[in-house]
């Protein structure tokens, strides 16, 4: 069976996503919604780098819904434009079109009130939606489910992200929403009070659900470190003294010690926090299950480009596009990982 799929953004996921959309062959790509007007009329293949593919990008939603789509792969930027997206996913949704996306990431395990409006427009539509990618997504959800079926007993399951984002060259993530520098003594967005629990409580839940573990809450706290010196990323310059490190942990608790822990470990340079966890290979997701027996898992990230955070985008992108079948054929409504049959990589081997 062939889906006809809508890419929805053409950004730094949204480009990899087109590019898995073209390599998938029971996929096909239907229309192209931008938000960039210098992007309107040019043909998607061109924002992608591929050869033409015969299909114009648009910034006319009306007319790409028009298409009646099976899929719309979502990986529109949610951070700054909230409220945005939350419209474009009930819209999409109401129009009777399935959706996989990347944002915003609190849907990929909502509270029940979170979650009821993007549920109930789904429902209306008859159709599905799934919120995912690599983290929050596979990295903290399947991975370590899968190695906690290996286990006797579990004491304590820690999901880590340890990755150096100098080459992410995304400036509203990094300076606008992270606070990378930025003053070590003004409050960025990310660790504004609530906000990492809002954005990475959902992955401590669906673990402790998937565990059934019930949670007694939710814990938050984070370390910053600043630049020794001025230096330069993709993204931009990194003054002296600005932040450019940051670690924090969101816990899920129970009998008053965590049971579930998602941490990251975010470096713009390798060299800062020597003493902060350090990743496998130039950067990894790390599964680490304490219990019996004591399990520590790293999957390595690599692009063919030699850089790891390629390699994040691409994870997050295909396990949306890969992901589409699955949520077309699940039942209508608000989905999650615990929801879906297993994704492989179906068709992809060449």
């Known amino acids: 069976m062939t889906y006809r799929v809508v890419l929805w953004g053409t950004g730094n996921v949204g480009r990899n996503a087109l590019i898995g959309i073209d390599a998938r062959p029971d996929l096909e790509l239907a229309g192209v919604w931008v938000s960039n007007p210098d992007k309107v009329g040019r043909d998607a293949g061109e924002l992608a780098g591929l050869g033409r593919l015969g299909v114009t990008a648009t910034n006319d939603a009306e007319a ?3 298409l009646r789509p099976d ?6 930027m949610a951070d700054v434009r909230l409220d945005e997206a939350m419209e474009d996913l009930t819209r999409i949704l109401r129009a009777g079109v399935n959706v996989v996306s990347s944002s915003p990431v609190f849907l990929q395990f909502p509270d029940d009130e979170v979650g009821a409006p993007i549920h ?4 209306e539509g008859g159709v599905s939606i799934w919120v995912n990618g690599v983290d929050p997504g596979f990295a903290n959800d399947w991975l370590p489910l899968t190695i906690t079926g290996i286990s006797e007993r579990i004491t304590q399951v820690r999901c880590m992200e340890i990755l150096n984002y100098s080459t992410y060259a995304q400036p509203t993530v990094l300076f606008d929403v992270m606070g990378f520098g930025r003053p070590m003594d003004e409050t960025p967005l990310l660790l504004s009070p609530t906000v990492l629990t809002l954005a990475w409580g959902s992955v401590v839940r669906q673990l402790a659900a998937g565990l059934d573990v019930e949670l007694e809450g939710i814990e938050e706290s984070y370390t910053r470190l600043p630049a020794p010196e001025t230096f330069e990323i993709d993204a931009g310059t990194v003054e002296k003294g600005t932040a450019a490190a940051l670690r924090f942990e969101v816990r899920g608790m129970r009998g008053g010690r965590p049971v579930v822990v998602l941490e990251h470990v975010t470096r713009l340079r390798d060299d800062l926090g020597p003493d902060w966890p350090q990743p496998a290979g130039q950067g990894s997701y790390r599964v680490e299950v304490r219990g019996e027996p004591d399990y520590t898992l790293d999957l390595q990230l690599l692009g063919t480009n030699g850089d790891h955070n390629t390699a994040g985008l691409k994870a997050t992108a295909m396990r949306l596009v890969n992901a589409v079948p699955s ?11 615990l929801d879906l049959p297993l994704v492989t990589g179906r068709g992809l081997v060449r």
């Open 64 to 66: 790409v819904l028009a």
């Open 71 to 76: 899929c719309v792969v979502y990986t529109s």
């Open 120 to 123: 109930r427009a789904a429902l």
């Open 327 to 337: 949520v077309v054929a699940a039942p209508a409504g608000l989905l999650t990982a």
